[in-house]
Structures are given as C-alpha cells and as structure tokens.
C-alpha cells in the first residue's frame, strides 16, 4: 500500500484525536448531571428539590378540618372569603403539631387598620375607617367579632378574649 | 465476571439508561402531581386589590426571601386628572404622571393618600412566568427554564449568579440572593401548588384579588373569567406569553 507509505505520522495524529474524544466523553458522563437534557437545556431534578420545600401556610382546608365552628360562623359574615392565614398568618407548625405550636393572637388595633385604614387610594366600594375617629384607640374587637365583623353578628359570640380566642 | 470488550459496549449504555431513570427527576412529596397536566398562571384583579401588603409578607415568609428582595410586590399608581385649561401640560412632563411608589414593596402596605384628585389604583406584580420567556432565554448554563407545566424556575445549584437574567427580565422579578449569590424569582410556590395547595401570596389575599390559575384544568373558573372579562398582560408588545393576567389594568402601567 504504496499510498499510507509516508502517512504513519497521521495515524499517530488520529490516534490522538480518538484518545481525546474519548477522554471528552467520559469527562462530560461525569461531569453533566443525570437528568440533565431529559425536559429540555436544564436539569431535571431541580423541579423535584423545588418541589419538596417544606409549605409554611397550611391553607384553608387544613384549618378548616380542626376549627370547623370558625369556619361556620365566618362563612355567614363579611369575611367568608377572607382565609384563615390572611389574618392568623403562617400556621403549618402549628397544624403539624397543634398541642405545642399555639399560633399568637393577631392584635385587632395594627391588623383590622391594615386593610381598613381610610385612604383616597383604595376602592371606594371598600369598608374604610379613620381608626382614631372611629373607635378612638380601642382595639376593634371591643365591638366587632372579626370572624363576623357585621355589628349584627349573633350575640352568641361574644368577643374574644385572648386567652379564649387562643384555640 | 468475565466481561469482553463486545459485552461491556453494550452494558455500558445500558447502565447509563438505567442510572439516568434512577435519578430522574420527579416532585418526590406528590406522586399525584402529574406536570403535563398543568400549565399554570395567575390572575391579578386590579379592583380588587387594596394594597394591603399580606401578599408580599405571605411571600416573604414562605419563601424566605430576603429584606429589601421581593418576589412580588405591589405598586400604588396616581394619574393625575387632565388640566382643564391646558391638558396638553400632561404630555409634556410625562415623567411626572402616573405617580408609582412602592415603598418597601407595599410590604407594610402604602401612606394613607388624602388627594382625592385623579385615581388611584394597585397594581400587585410578580413573575408572569412567560411561556416565551426571555430570561430563561439568555442563560448560558441552563440553569433557568420554563418546567414542563409552564412554571418559570431557577436551579440555583447550576446557576453560576451571572445576572444575565436578571437583566432579560422586561418585568423586574428577578434578583440575585445576597447570601447565596444566585439568580432567585417566584416559583409560583412550586413546592405548594405540586401538593394541591395555592400560593401563598393567594391564600393571605384577604380580597381574592390574586387567583392561581391553572390553563389546563378544563374546570378552572379562568376560562369563563377570559371569556367575559377585559384582561390584559403586562408589556404585551415584548411577546413574551406572559401568563400573570390583569384584569380592569389601566393604560398608564408600564
């Protein structure tokens, strides 16, 4: 084979090439993440770590499974719609251990003006208060329930105190 | 064992095969959560909303994210009312009108306004996690995409904290962590929605202003809402297929 007389050099040369491409391979098996490619350009497992982050807010449902009497007085008032954790805040700890994680009592002065402070700047359709005009500094929940905040709520309900409302 | 060269070529793309089924990755905590089911959205009802900030205090805690950050945050618009006299005044400052603040990101809610001139409004933003969306786009290590259910998400053990997307971004919803210095937006509250829970931005909205809505489910009451309802998008001329809706959005937002 008069024709790869001379060519010994360019074996060589390809022989070098193959060896490179082959380390390249096992360098990028090692290197590029398993699921990686399997949806698309990312990798995959990444939606299962997001996935799994632990829920803080408990939603609805899950305190409505406990405290179904709240849940029935509220759906008769003007905050039916309003859930649980808007005003009580993030409570899975307490739903996942309901006898040691006690949730703290929202006090009715900052979060009842949190949405009902009058401003020019909201929807005039919306119950809107001057809270110094209004109650002159007493907590709201001196006359309102604020699961059923309508001053004709039954009588049945009276207030809260902390200590009771603490359930 | 004796294994010839023949028999280990086959082997070996074979345990690769099955390596890779192995660490496939799939929602480990819902095994009922199917992605090609969903394609999620939001629906924001701009009348609805009254500014009072439990939506990005909702997110913050859920999402641990850091002050001064946000995922979300909701901006107080003031257009002013047209001069009278000369109404071509308000073109030639407009820089001055609408009025946006956002202090703290609506965190701690806005200052009672006493102008009763004009009108005002809220406008709660977030990640409109776009079906085209530009960031994910411009990332050069694949470490931001658009999951198989539509959700825009970062995997910030990939993302090297370049900030490209960062600055793709049209809406302002992406920033970089200050402690672990990588790419951090909404993820529509992947680890809530994957387990049949809202976000929760949605479950402290005390007014239903904010709705997760889910494009796929047939039985979402979003269709009906599309259907009869004036919604728009945000920056609709970028095409990016966003899919945070407003509903009653007014011209002035940008």
């Known amino acids: 084979m008069s024709v790869f007389k001379d060519a010994g050099h360019l074996f060589r040369f390809a022989g070098l090439f193959v060896l490179a491409f082959i380390v390249f391979l096992v360098v990028r098996h090692f290197v590029v993440p398993p699921s990686f490619g399997q949806y698309g350009h990312y ?45 009580h805040g993030a409570q899975a700890k307490h739903a996942d251990d309901p006898s040691t994680v006690k949730p703290v009592l929202p006090d009715t002065t900052v979060l009842c003006a949190r ?23 007493m907590p709201c929940d001196t006359c309102h329930q604020p699961h059923n905040p309508g001053m004709d ?15 | 064992m004796n294994i010839n060269r023949r028999q280990m070529l086959i082997l070996l793309p074979a345990a690769a095969i099955a390596w890779k089924s192995v660490l496939a990755g799939t929602p480990e905590d819902s095994p009922n ?13 701009i009348p609805k909303c009254i500014g009072c900030g439990n939506c990005v205090r909702a997110c913050q805690t859920e999402n641990d994210v850091p002050d001064g950050y946000f995922r979300t945050w909701v901006e107080r618009y003031h ?29 701690e809610g806005f200052p009672v ?4 001139s004009g009108k005002y409004f809220f406008v709660p933003k977030m990640c409109n996690h776009c079906a085209d969306s530009p960031c994910t786009q411009v990332c050069p290590v694949g470490a931001t995409f658009v999951a198989p259910d539509g959700v825009v998400l970062v995997d910030q053990k990939y993302c090297l ?75 609709p001329q970028m095409a990016t297929g966003a899919k945070a809706f407003y509903n009653g959005l007014d011209g002035s937002v940008r």
Not at chain 1, 116 to 131: D, E, L, Y
Not at chain 1, 153 to 167: F, H, I, M, Q, T
């Open chain 2, 113 to 116: 306004a006493t102008d009763e």
């Open chain 1, 43 to 87: 990798r995959a497992a990444a939606i299962g770590e997001i996935a799994s982050r632990p829920v803080k807010f408990a939603g609805h449902d899950t305190c409505e499974a406990c405290h179904s009497d709240v849940a029935d007085k509220k759906s008769k008032g003007k905050h039916a719609h309003v859930n649980c954790e808007a005003c």
């Open chain 2, 161 to 235: 904290g370049c900030a490209y997307c960062v600055q793709a971004c049209p809406y302002g919803c992406r920033y970089i962590h200050p402690e672990k210095r990588v790419a951090d937006k909404c993820t529509l509250c992947y680890h809530r929605i994957t387990k049949g829970l809202t976000t929760a931005c949605c479950e402290a909205c005390p007014t239903g202003a904010r709705q997760l809505v889910d494009l796929k489910n047939p039985k979402d009451p979003i269709h009906e809402f599309l259907k009869t309802h004036s919604v728009q998008v945000l920056k």
């Open chain 2, 33 to 45: 959560y199917k992605m090609s089911d969903h394609w999620w959205g939001m629906l924001i009802d």
């Open chain 2, 79 to 107: 257009v002013s009312d047209w001069e009278m006299k000369n109404p071509q005044d308000i073109m030639t400052n407009p820089m001055t009108d609408p009025q946006v603040i956002s202090p703290d990101g609506g965190k």
């Open chain 1, 153 to 167: 709520a039954p009588a049945a309900d009276a207030p809260a105190k902390p200590a009771e409302g603490a359930k």
């Open chain 1, 115 to 137: 949405c009902h402070t009058a401003s020019a700047a909201k929807p005039k359709g919306f119950p809107q208060v001057v809270p110094a005009d209004h109650s002159n500094g």
